[in-house]
């Protein structure tokens, strides 16, 4: 089954669904009637993604445990070139217990007798995607590179287009500070155009860090913010920011995620 839609900028959407009304492909196209994006997914008898291809060719790859727990993720360029592999284990319980990058870089998460997130530790990886705008109407490729104040210069990614905007994915980074990011815009003449989109980048990769709740299960605190929730749980007044959502609220020995909003939150007291 097909169906058209209009989003808020009256771009018009096509979605098609499978004999069991799961999502099998969604097109957005601009007001012109050029596709802006699109998604086509495999899927498991049970119904969970398997493959999720781009517009661009561009597809992300999904592997399960017989609980249905996700054990892998792999996003691939259009010639099967992997830009990044993510895997996962767990415990007994079904928390995540580690996330490795690339096969290399490792998180491992910890958690307390509740079920609830303790503290994690390791190394995360130092991939990043990067955008930019480049406005030549005769725009053939672009070439991102990353680069280290002492000369060095990583290994360049050529992004994907979406005029006027690009986005290179995974350009590897190095965990460290004074890191700049170079563009260089091809045209079809083989003209080139350069700039550098940022400097001064200061990538931390550790994932040391630990967390407490409330008795009821919320989040209190982790490295970097403090939480403060009102009688019902919903998270509330910090500093001089307000916001309007809810906690992860304990049911027996496992939780229930509400939809959260994580934002900075100043100490009101």
Not at 79 to 93: F, V, W
Not at 113 to 126: C, K, M, V
Not at 198 to 224: P, V, W
């Amino acid at each position: 089954m097909k169906s058209r839609s209009r989003n808020e900028v009256s771009s018009p959407a096509l979605c098609a669904h499978g004999a069991a009304a799961q999502l099998e492909q969604l097109i957005n196209y601009r007001p012109t009637g050029a596709v802006l994006s699109a998604f086509t997914y495999t899927r498991t008898p049970e119904g969970y993604p398997t493959k999720i291809t781009y517009e661009d060719g561009r597809y992300r790859e999904y592997g399960y445990d017989d609980a249905h727990q996700l054990t892998s993720e792999t996003h691939k360029t259009a010639q099967g070139t992997a830009i990044l592999t993510h895997e996962y284990t767990y415990d007994m319980a079904g928390n995540r217990h580690t996330k490795v990058y690339d096969g290399t870089d490792t998180v491992t998460y910890t958690t307390d007798e509740t079920n609830e997130l303790d503290s994690t530790t390791g190394t995360r990886g130092a991939k990043i995607d990067v955008t930019g705008t480049a406005a030549d109407a005769n725009l053939d490729h672009v070439a991102v590179t990353p680069s280290h104040d002492s000369g060095t210069e990583g290994t360049p990614v050529t992004a994907s287009l979406r005029p006027p905007f690009y986005i290179a994915r995974g350009v590897d980074l190095w965990d460290d500070t004074d890191i700049a990011i170079d563009a260089t815009a091809y045209d079809k003449a083989g003209n080139t155009a350069e700039a550098t989109q940022k400097t001064s980048i200061k990538l931390e990769t550790s994932a040391t860090e630990t967390f407490t709740h409330d008795d009821a299960g919320c989040l209190a605190q982790d490295a970097l913010h403090k939480y403060y929730y009102d009688d019902e749980h919903r998270l509330g007044i910090g500093g001089h920011h307000t916001y309007f959502t809810g906690c992860n609220v304990r049911s027996g020995a496992r939780r229930m995620r509400r939809n959260s909003l994580l934002a900075e939150l100043g100490d009101p007291g």
